[in-house]
Nanobody, 121 residues
Framework: QVQLVESGGGLVQTGESLTLSCAAS????????MGWYRQAPGKQREWVAD???????NYNESLKGRFTISRDNAANTVDLQMDNVKVEDTAVYYC???????????????WGQGTRVTASS
């Protein structure tokens, strides 16, 4: 069994910064890509960023420059730093990870339950 738990969401003023964290735990042998999606009210889920186990990061072009993703391989965690937050960043943010479990045969995607971010001016 694998769990991904996000934290760090909440209410933030526009222009401020907020950091989201996600911790993976359970039956984990190794993790490949970790990343974040978000879903704003009334909109489809949108990919935000991801990062490989070697630290190669990729970003949604529209968010590049304001968001920074990082991870701690030893702790199985991934963070998303959001700078200069805008009202349009209001969404539920979901963490995901491609995980190879002990006894498994391939990497499988796992998701967290989401953490809500509300940005107001």
């Amino acid at each position: 069994q694998v769990q991904l738990v996000e934290s760090g969401g909440g209410l933030v003023q526009t222009g401020e910064s907020l950091t989201l964290s996600c911790a993976a735990s359970g039956n984990i042998l190794k993790i490949n890509v970790m990343g974040w999606y978000r879903q704003a009210p009334g909109k489809q889920r949108e990919w935000v960023a991801d990062i490989t186990s070697l630290g190669n990061a990729n970003y949604n072009e529209s968010l590049k420059g304001r968001f920074t993703i990082s991870r701690d391989n030893a702790a199985n965690t991934v963070d998303l730093q959001m700078d200069n937050v805008k009202v349009e960043d209001t969404a539920v943010y979901y963490c995901y990870a491609d995980i190879f479990q002990y006894g498994g045969s391939s990497y499988l995607p796992h998701w967290g339950q989401g953490t809500r971010v509300t940005a107001s001016s």
